[in-house]
């Protein structure tokens, strides 16, 4: 299941995701259980993110971008 629709927005899933990051920078662990996501969904799905620009990795964490911060509203 993919994250990033093909017109480059984000999926139900993605947006659980992009909302979980508003709080600040998290590790996958903590999205998933935040969101109720399985964790290989949200690994895969935060690399999406990261990717289509969205989402920042910082280490073994994720935070929100300027673009991600905007849809996550």
Known sequence: MAC???DGKPTESGM???R???KGSKAPEE????TGLPLFRVRSGLRELAQ???AIQTEDKYKLSEE???LAK
């Open 4 to 6: 990033i629709n093909p």
């Open 16 to 18: 659980k995701m992009l």
């Open 20 to 22: 979980a990051l508003q």
């Open 31 to 34: 999205v998933a259980q935040e």
């Open 52 to 54: 289509a620009g969205l």
């Open 68 to 70: 991600g911060a905007k």
